[in-house]
Nanobody
Framework: QVQLVESGGGLVQAGGSLRLSCVVSGIAFSINPMGWYRQAPGKRREFVARIFTAGSPNYAESVRGRFTISRDNAKNTVYLQMNSLKPEDTAVYYC????????WGQGTQVTVSS
């Protein structure tokens, strides 16, 4: 059973930065692609970024150049470094194991004030 625990969210002013973390257990982390999604109030959950075991990560157009996804296989952790944050980045952020549909953590709230 996949377990994911996100952390690192908070309140930040526009232009600021946050680093989200997601600790994963229950799967062979190092061989699994991982992703970050977000859901703003009244909107559908949307793709943010994903990282594979090899090759380049993928990003949503809205965050490309500002967000960076990375992973530490020794710590079973995937990160999302978010820079130049905008009010429209306000959402609950979730990580997921992409080969395990429906695997979501509890999410971490990111609020960007203008």
């Amino acid at each position: 059973q996949v377990q994911l625990v996100e952390s690192g969210g908070g309140l930040v002013q526009a232009g600021g930065s946050l680093r989200l973390s997601c600790v994963v257990s229950g799967i062979a982390f190092s061989i699994n692609p991982m992703g970050w999604y977000r859901q703003a109030p009244g909107k559908r959950r949307e793709f943010v970024a994903r990282i594979f075991t090899a090759g380049s990560p993928n990003y949503a157009e809205s965050v490309r150049g500002r967000f960076t996804i990375s992973r530490d296989n020794a710590k079973n952790t995937v990160y999302l470094q978010m820079n130049s944050l905008k009010p429209e980045d306000t959402a609950v952020y979730y990580c997921t194991a992409l080969e395990f549909p429906g695997s979501w953590g509890q999410g971490t709230q990111v609020t960007v004030s203008s």
